[in-house]
Every structure is written in C-alpha cells, then in structure tokens.
C-alpha cells in the first residue's frame, strides 16, 4: 500500500471549514483513498474514501487531485467534536484478503472555540 | 444497532494471569481483526479471520492467540501476559471482499499488566 504524508497537528475555528491535507505521491492506479479519525483513545470511525472523483457524505467532503497525487479532506463546518487525529490510508479496493488498515501517524485536529 | 463491542474496557492484571478480551459483532461480518495501539507506533494488526475457523497472524501475533468458533465473536487470548503487552486493543470487522465499505471498530480495551 502506498504511503502517506500528512501534517501532524492543526487547528481551526469552531464553525470555519476544516481542510486536511495528505500527500500520497506513490498511490497505484488500483489504490483507493481513505480518511478515518479517532477521538480521542476511541475506536477509529470511517469518514469517507474514494478513487479519483471527488465525495461527498454527511460527515464530509474528499477531494483528490487529477493526478491523484495528493487529497484534501474538508469538514464543512468543524464542531468542537471533530478534534481528533485524522488517517489518511492509501489501500487496494476489495481483494478477499486481510482487509488490514494501515495507519501511520495522522493529523491531529483541534478545533478552538 | 450496528456495533462492535468489547469486553472488558479496562483491565489490570498481573504478569502470567491468562486473560481473554473477547469482542462481538452483530453485523454478520466475515472478517475481523484485533490491532493493538502504542504511542509512537500507531495501531498495529494482531491477527485476523476470513470467517469462522479461519484465522492468520498479523503484524505482531507473538504471545497472543485467537479463535473464531463463531462468525459474531473473536477473542483475544493471552496465554501468560507480560508487561509489553500492556497497551490498547481494538477490535474491528467489516464484510469480506468489500474493503470499500467502512470498518467498523470497538471502542477499546486498555489493559495493563503489572
């Protein structure tokens, strides 16, 4: 799986839009980015992912870049809530294997009142 | 509700006390996994199961064993714990061969062994 590159801490403004940067230069044409977060010492929670279009859902929005090089993730309008650390993961789609998650150091974000 | 549980949430014990921590889901999900969380090092994959008596290491097995006699729950074991497994577990599951969907993880069990 490709390796990524995020910023370790930032912060924003309570009601401001969150952007989240990560780098992941090496990412394969098969290779899907995923965001997760984790507050604190709780279970990882799932955000969003994709492959080479931008997502959206309720929680948030991805963007990725055209050479899919680099990705952004956004939270519309960061809540107290949102501080956490942020994953970035590189992985393959579906391959009936270890659906194993890689997590490298993350960005922690913390959201100032 | 779709959740992960895990059971206990915190537990101290003492250096060669067996332990399980046992984790269940009630999404019908093949695949489970157990990782372990350390500063510095971030989560590392225990071991994992494909769906009912299928199970295979991870990154860091030593010292530690599982079973899946059941799709919903898979235990943690340690067999004579030491201090270095002190740490935090998660345990986490999703569907197989359908890694695009989201894992879901339980909300932790920290242990220590003294």
């Known amino acids: 799986d490709a390796k990524t590159t995020q910023p370790p801490s930032m912060d924003c403004a309570e009601g401001r839009a969150a952007n989240l940067p990560c780098n992941h230069s090496?990412?394969?044409?098969?290779?899907?980015v995923y965001w997760y977060r984790q507050i604190h010492s709780q279970g990882p929670q799932y955000i969003i992912h994709g492959l080479k279009n931008n997502e959206t859902n309720e929680m948030a929005s991805l963007i990725i870049t055209e050479d899919r090089k680099s990705s952004t993730l956004i939270l519309p309008h960061a809540t107290l809530r949102d501080t956490a650390v942020y994953y970035c993961i590189v992985r393959v789609g579906s391959n009936f294997g270890n659906e194993k998650l890689t997590f490298g150091t993350g960005t922690r974000l913390t959201i100032i009142p | 509700e779709a959740q992960v549980t895990q059971n206990p949430r915190y537990l101290i014990t003492v250096t060669g006390k067996k332990l399980t921590v046992t984790c269940s889901q009630n999404m019908n999900h093949e695949y489970m996994s157990w990782y372990r969380q350390d500063p510095g090092l971030g989560l590392r994959q225990i071991y994992y199961?494909?769906?009912?008596?299928?199970?295979d290491k991870g990154d860091v097995p030593e010292g530690y064993k599982v079973s899946r006699k059941e799709k919903r729950n898979f235990p943690l074991i340690l067999e004579s714990p030491s201090p270095n497994q002190t740490s935090l577990y998660f345990c986490?599951?999703?569907?197989?061969?359908?890694?695009?969907?989201?894992?879901?993880f339980g909300p932790g069990t920290r242990l220590t062994v003294l």
């Open positions: 090496t990412i394969s044409g098969n290779e899907y």
């Open positions: 986490a599951s999703s569907l197989l061969g359908r890694s695009l969907d989201e894992q879901f």
């Open positions: 199961s494909m769906n009912v008596e299928v199970t």
